[in-house]
């Protein structure tokens, strides 16, 4: 068992920024498939960032709408992953949500394909940006 806690949400002016984080505890393997989702009101959940960890290695993956804005990585001393979000806009207003795959292999997890049909899932942290 995996658990996932997210924190850092809150509300922001648009061009600000917000960094979350994604405490993990449990059994994790050594090669991992973690990322950030979000779902915003009457949207579907959508893939924002993931990053593919083996030992010390990792290898990220951006949708095209946070690309260069968003920026994730993991804290080997505090046991997360996080999601810095910089140049904040409206649309990034959602319930951000943190997931793990023990079982995505490298090639599917750095891409669009993942959607964390087999991860285990933090509760959410919702993030607000006003214009």
């Known amino acids: 068992q995996v658990q996932l806690a997210e924190s850092g949400g809150g509300s922001v002016q648009a061009g600000g920024s917000l960094r979350l984080s994604c405490a993990v505890s449990g059994y994790v393997t050594s090669s991992v498939c973690m990322g950030w989702f979000r779902q915003a009101p009457g949207k579907e959940r959508e893939g924002v960032a993931n990053i593919y960890i083996d030992g010390l290695l990792g290898w990220t993956y951006y949708s095209h709408s946070v690309k260069g804005r968003f920026t994730i990585s993991r804290d080997n001393g505090k046991n997360t992953i996080d999601l810095q979000m910089n140049s904040l806009k409206s649309d990034d207003s959602a319930m951000y949500f943190c997931?793990?795959?023990?079982?995505?292999?490298?090639?599917?997890?750095?891409?669009?394909?993942?959607?964390?049909?087999?991860?285990?899932w933090g509760q959410g942290t919702q993030v607000t940006v006003s214009s």
């Open positions: 997931a793990a795959d023990l079982s995505t292999p490298r090639k599917d997890c750095v891409s669009e394909s993942w959607h964390g049909v087999r991860a285990y």
